[in-house]
């Protein structure tokens, strides 16, 4: 479908395999309907691609593919995503990728839509990834616990998150939870397939590590749901119902093997 016959490697073990791409070709990562568009954009953005944007399974690349087309036309198409989460469409221009509300803290959300009261719904993106990532229990992070997340992780968590070695052996998802403000505004959000079992398994703690009223802004949402939400609303706009029939030709064509 690519045109491209030679298998890209992968970094770890230098071995090729069919659904990465030789890093020359990553570009093509990009749906087609949107790719000139999208590269002309990038650009000037200052986006640090990942190192495994070409592997034809890189979340980043999903997360551009999916929001990408609704950033078009002035950003409307978003209000979208706001009716999918059962919440009142008032964004504000500004929506971002990889974007970073602490810069000290350093933790870069997929993708940020600001809203008109001042905060943000933030997206942490998974596809065939089998875990949310640990931090190790080293001097820099037991550090970075002790001045940075440690003074206000009292009252937003259940008591084992609240210590060193719970907050880091949960560290992906506790992280993006402890950025969510006081008011409520803000909404964190953990969008995957449904069909990824691995993940799954691991909503316990997406929905119960938090305290009220921090567990009502934390979302669990299976990208099926939100694709099929979207596709239903765009339909009449040509641009972005092209690029959700290509999305789901690629993401969906059968489940997703996860990666061990």
């Known amino acids: 479908m690519l045109g491209v016959t030679e298998n890209g490697v992968w970094r770890r073990n230098q071995k090729p395999y069919s659904h990465i791409l030789p890093s020359s070709y990553r570009q093509l990562n990009i749906l087609p309907v949107i790719r000139e568009a999208f590269w002309r954009w990038f650009q000037g953005q200052g986006i640090k691609l990942h190192s495994d944007f070409h592997h034809l399974n890189s979340s980043q690349a999903l997360c551009f593919n999916l929001f990408f087309p ?36 350093g933790t870069s959300f997929d993708f940020a839509i600001p809203r008109a009261s001042g905060g943000h719904i933030y997206f942490e993106i998974k596809y065939t990834e089998s875990r949310f990532g640990a931090a190790s229990a080293d001097e820099r992070h037991l550090k970075k616990f002790k001045e940075i997340y440690g003074p206000r992780v ?104 996860v990666e061990e």
């Not at 409520?184 to 938090?210: M, S, T």
């Open 70 to 105: 609704l950033l078009l036309d002035d950003e409307r198409h978003l209000d979208v995503v706001g009716e999918a989460l059962g919440i009142a469409p008032d964004f504000s221009p500004g929506a971002r990728f990889e974007f970073q509300p602490h810069e000290v803290e």
């Open 154 to 257: 009292a009252g937003r968590f259940e008591d084992p998150y609240c210590r060193a070695e719970g907050f880091l052996a949960n560290y992906q998802v506790v992280r993006n939870i402890w950025h969510l403000n006081e008011t409520a505004d803000d909404l964190v959000v953990f969008l995957y397939p449904r069909e990824n079992k691995f993940l799954r398994q691991q909503e316990g703690i997406l929905r119960g590590c938090a305290t009220q009223p921090y567990k009502n802004r934390v979302r669990v949402m299976y990208l099926e749901d939100l694709v099929s939400y979207v596709r239903g609303r765009v339909i009449r706009h040509s641009l972005q119902s092209s690029a959700i029939r290509e999305f789901e030709a690629k993401y969906f064509p059968t489940p997703p093997a």
